[in-house]
């Protein structure tokens, strides 16, 4: 059995999430990881405050306490369960997911996601069927997690002289406590969009796609800012907006993002996904490069050493915390360029790289799939097929396709990268009658072209 997907666990709430599962996978994960201290904290959506109470009842049945961290971003928690040396850390949030969706990420006591091997401990407990619950309950206590991390916050940016002009759209997500909050005694003029946290997400569904933030991206042209962030419905991710409007590559977020980062040289994980502008940066700055699947890019911070770690919208500074935060990345690059103003040119310039990102309702025979797509794109000259996170094809000329099945929602996704507009399209338009032909099953038939932030 396999409970844990990308990041976490998710499903529709009642239907492929139920109560009694995330109670049976907050009591295995107590039982796994011993009697102690555990943390929680949740997101805006209706079914994340029923959850959180379901994890804190399993925790406490399982004989250990809880820290109630309240209704908080997802980096909070993970904060807030490192800050309080809790054993893990429970997020009740489906992140970008839509409304109907519920979740639950789980952290270590270093505010890391957990590795593979962890969740498959966690598994095997859940798979045994024993008996779990202890004699004795553990104690439920609030613990001020927002108030701790906001602190740190504070504490680590000096304001700047001169603030930028900044929209932020917060999603109506819990994001809206924090990035308006610190970008402004900051010093910057902040603009905050979509404030008021929803359960039904009213004003655009969290995930920060093209599509989604378009209203968005007009608002930020008429609004006379130097630039607009957007968050996910849990604020890990940041997807930038240039002053004329329009959505910027997820490349220019990870590469501000190391340039404020990284001051030394090392190592950066990225993941298969992420543009090889990032990757000819990183090179450009003396940078070793490696290699990591979605989701798990953090990992490579213990293994490699790594100084950096990034995925298309997502951003880990080692020295701040591992984990996934978008709101301290917020505050990173507007501390950045407000203190170096020849960097705002980047949000400008036409990229080098075009990247594309399509979603596809369909389920894949990815053996056929491997066999097929090679042979329908040999044309193009491969120089390398790697089967590292899903499947990945590179050309001689460094374009690339990726096809990976989705591990938060029930899509077959496929990631391109080229050096010129026209090849893009011709790549996409083979890669998606390469996925109809091998598909398995068709839920919908429907093809979302989601375009994350990217050219």
Not at 7 to 22: K, L, Y
Not at 65 to 90: E, H, K, Q, W, Y
Not at 286 to 292: A, F
Request: aromatic letters at 6%.
């Amino acid at each position: 059995m396999r409970a844990f997907g990308t990041a976490g666990v998710r499903g529709v709430f009642n239907v492929g999430q139920t109560p009694e599962q995330v109670y049976g996978l907050a009591l295995a994960s107590a039982f796994t990881f011993g009697k102690g201290r555990y943390g929680v904290g949740w997101d805006g959506r209706h079914s994340s405050s029923l959850l959180s109470r379901v994890v804190a009842s399993a925790v406490v049945a399982a004989g250990s306490d809880i820290l109630v961290f309240g209704m908080v971003p997802t980096p909070v928690t993970a904060f807030g369960s490192r800050n309080s040396t809790c054993r893990l850390g429970f997020s009740v949030t489906a992140s970008h997911n839509p409304p109907e969706y519920s979740g639950v990420k789980v952290f270590g006591p270093r505010g890391m996601e957990l590795s593979k091997e962890d969740e498959s401990r966690i598994e095997r407990v859940m798979s045994v069927g024993m008996r779990m619950e202890s004699g004795v309950l553990g104690k439920v206590t609030e613990e001020q997690a927002l108030t701790s991390y906001l602190e740190s916050m504070y504490s680590r940016f000096t304001p700047v002289n001169e603030g930028l002009r900044i929209a932020v759209d917060c999603s109506n997500g819990p994001g809206a406590l924090v990035t308006p909050k610190v970008l402004d005694v900051e010093g910057h003029r902040v603009t905050a969009l979509n404030t008021q946290i929803s359960s039904r997400f009213s004003a655009r569904l969290p995930e920060p796609t093209s599509r989604n933030l378009a209203e968005t991206a007009a608002m930020v042209g008429a609004l006379n800012v130097d630039f607009g962030f957007a968050h996910d419905g849990d604020a890990d991710r940041l997807v930038m907006i240039s002053s004329a409007g329009h959505i910027l590559p997820d490349s220019i977020v990870s590469i501000l993002a190391m340039k404020a980062i990284v001051k030394r040289q090392g190592v950066v994980a990225l993941s298969e996904n992420s543009s090889m502008l990032v990757e000819e940066e990183a090179l450009a700055m003396g940078l070793k490069v490696v290699r990591s699947r979605i989701g798990k890019t953090f990992g490579d911070i213990d293994k490699q050493g790594a100084v950096f770690a990034s995925e298309p919208s997502k951003v880990v500074d080692p020295s701040w915390g591992i984990w996934e935060d978008g709101m301290y990345t917020a505050v990173l690059i507007s501390d950045l360029l407000a203190r170096n103003r020849e960097l705002l040119a980047l949000l400008h310039n036409e990229p080098k790289w075009h990247f594309r990102q399509v979603n596809l309702s369909i389920v894949v025979d990815f053996e056929k799939l491997a066999e097929k797509s090679q042979e329908e794109l040999s044309s193009f000259k491969i120089s390398e097929v790697r089967q590292l996170d899903g499947l990945k094809i590179i050309f001689k000329d460094g374009s690339w396709i990726m096809f990976r099945k989705s591990g938060t929602e029930p899509k077959t996704r496929i990631y391109c990268e080229a050096l010129d507009q026209v090849k893009l399209e011709e790549l996409l338009g083979i890669g998606q009658a390469v996925l109809e032909e091998c598909r398995v099953s068709v839920p919908g038939q429907a093809l979302i072209r989601d375009d994350i932030g990217r050219s």
